[in-house]
């Protein structure tokens, strides 16, 4: 949907993200008000940054609205994924200081009014109503990959969303500014200070769509790379202190419903045949792993 380039800015080092122009394809008004919502956010966070010292902002350094392009400064400091996958014993209680704030940053972001801007974001990520959303997705595998979800799993998952959008109080609720996006590779932690990144996907959302998204993201960690020793137990609890979560979501029916929105994405990424033989082999184990996840929310 659009590429990211390091550039030289005014003030150091940047990124250049460009969305590309294709008048006449389908997708080029979709790409635009991409755009036109991600500056938007980013002009905000400019003028507005966290009145937190230890939550940063992605600055703005220059837009061009004729070639669709973006810059802004480099973030000082690794992604959390990078921490994730390199911490040492020594090093995760600092680690869990950044998740921490990782929740804590999205109590913040989700306080922002709403408005016209966000509201025209649904458009896109058909946030709105999830049992169109997880049926579109449901309906490309059975078409692409008939085999991959057994038919009684995918009756139990129809009718789980169906019956939490229906009943679940937290899907019920206003809906709140998402970064759409919101894994450990687009958090930048130093240290002491984190900084989210690329809000290409914001918009609007259910609230306990990021937190969930971030915590399905670090369990996936543990399946592309299961030699690691990843604290998802810690890091969950961490996330969701920091997040203000005063009582255990994770076995609500909002939350479940929302791991099998952010699943059946994952399956649908990960399905497309190709590559070499041991990457063969490797993404059907993922595959596998996943589907066994996605039955165990749903019994």
């Not at 919101?182 to 989210?196: Q, R, S």
């Amino acid at each position: 949907m659009n590429t990211v380039v390091r550039v030289r800015t005014s003030q150091g080092w940047g990124y250049c993200k460009r969305y590309p122009i294709r008048p006449g394809d389908e997708d080029d008004e979709r790409r635009r008000r991409r755009f036109v919502v991600e500056t938007a956010v980013l002009e905000r966070l400019s003028s507005e940054p966290p009145g937190h010292p230890r939550l940063g902002s992605c600055m703005l350094e220059h837009i061009d609205p004729e070639r669709r392009e973006i810059v802004t400064r480099e973030v000082p400091g690794d992604t959390l994924q990078d921490h994730l996958l390199a911490s040492s014993r020594h090093a995760r209680r600092r680690l869990l200081r950044g998740v921490f704030l990782a929740g804590y940053w999205l109590r913040h972001w989700q306080q922002w009014p709403l408005n016209a801007l966000a509201r025209e974001s649904l458009v896109d990520n058909g946030a709105s109503d999830l049992v169109a959303y997880c049926d579109i997705r449901i309906k490309r595998l059975q078409s692409e990959r008939p085999r991959l979800l057994p038919p009684r799993l995918v009756d139990r998952i129809r009718k789980f969303v169906g019956d939490s959008t229906e009943n679940a109080a937290e899907l019920s609720e206003e809906m709140v500014w998402s970064h759409g996006d919101y894994a450990p590779g687009n958090i930048i932690w130093d240290g002491t200070t984190l900084t989210p990144i690329d809000f290409g996907m914001a918009g609007l959302d259910y609230p306990l769509t990021d937190i969930t998204y971030f915590i399905h993201r670090v369990e996936m960690l543990t399946i592309y790379f299961p030699w690691k020793r990843i604290p998802v137990a810690s890091i969950r609890e961490a996330v969701l202190r920091g997040y203000g979560s005063h009582r255990d979501v994770t076995g609500t029916a909002a939350y479940r419903a929302l791991m099998i929105r952010h699943l059946l994405c994952r399956l649908v990424t990960h399905y497309q045949d190709g590559g070499s033989m041991a990457r063969r082999i490797h993404r059907e184990w993922i595959l596998s792993r996943i589907v066994r996840h996605l039955a165990s929310i749903v019994d």
